[in-house]
């Protein structure tokens, strides 16, 4: 996130907003279950398992397919290249889109389908040499970051980079925010914009220079 200029983290923080937008749509459609954040399905998973239950078949389901949304986010970032950001958003707008048609039509399996791998591809936005640089689908290691950054700032050792992490953070809270507050009032909507917010992210990615 540092390491990025002020366009990029624009971009990030949007991207983080749009993760958690569409994350509590699929929390508040899919019985408490999430379509990114992937460390809560597995606890639900492994307790699942412990009680030797059928809850197991959502949450593991759900885990495949958001890997399966990475691995094809990452097979189409390799063959994008340097312009890998514009192409793997204008996939998850593609995925958001079908999702969008498919809660229209009633298909809540297909829509959670759709979302998870869209929020799996996402996170292919920031990478270098094949590693992932900003996750905007989990926080858990953007406020490990927060805390260590802080840690630094307070100890006269680093310039405020803290801040930039509380941003990515606050970006995916006020987009859940927005989606559950909207889920009551637009509910066949929220996907709709959802769609039109990655596509217009695919926009502002094509004004960025291409990267190596």
């Known amino acids: ?27 508040l459609s899919a019985n408490g279950y999430f379509v990114s954040f992937m460390s809560g399905n597995s606890t ?9 239950t059928g809850a197991t078949v959502v949450p593991a389901l759900l885990i495949a397919m958001f890997v399966c949304g990475v691995t094809l986010g990452a097979l189409i970032a390799l063959r ?16 958001l889109l079908i999702g969008a048609a498919a809660r229209s039509f009633g298909s809540e399996t297909i829509m959670l389908g759709a979302l998870v791998l869209a929020m799996g591809a996402i996170n292919n936005t920031f990478q270098r040499g094949g590693e992932v640089t900003v996750g905007l689908t989990y926080m858990t290691g953007a406020l ?41 009032r637009l509910p066949l909507g929220c996907l709709w914009i959802a769609a039109a917010w990655a596509a217009a992210m695919a926009l502002v990615a094509i004004t960025l220079p291409a990267e190596s």
């Open 80 to 95: 994008a290249g340097g312009r890998r950001k514009p192409v793997v958003l204008g996939m998850v707008a593609l995925l």
């Open 44 to 52: 639900r998973l492994g307790v699942a398992l412990s009680m030797a």
């Open 1 to 27: 996130m540092l390491r990025y200029d002020p366009g990029r983290r624009k971009l990030a923080i949007a991207l983080a907003g749009l993760a958690g937008f569409v994350d509590a749509v699929g929390f």
């Open 144 to 184: 490990v970051r927060l805390g260590q950054s802080l840690a630094l700032w307070m100890a006269g050792k680093a310039e405020p980079g803290w801040i930039q992490w509380g941003l990515l953070w606050t970006g995916l809270l006020t987009g859940a925010v927005l989606s559950a507050f909207l889920q009551s």
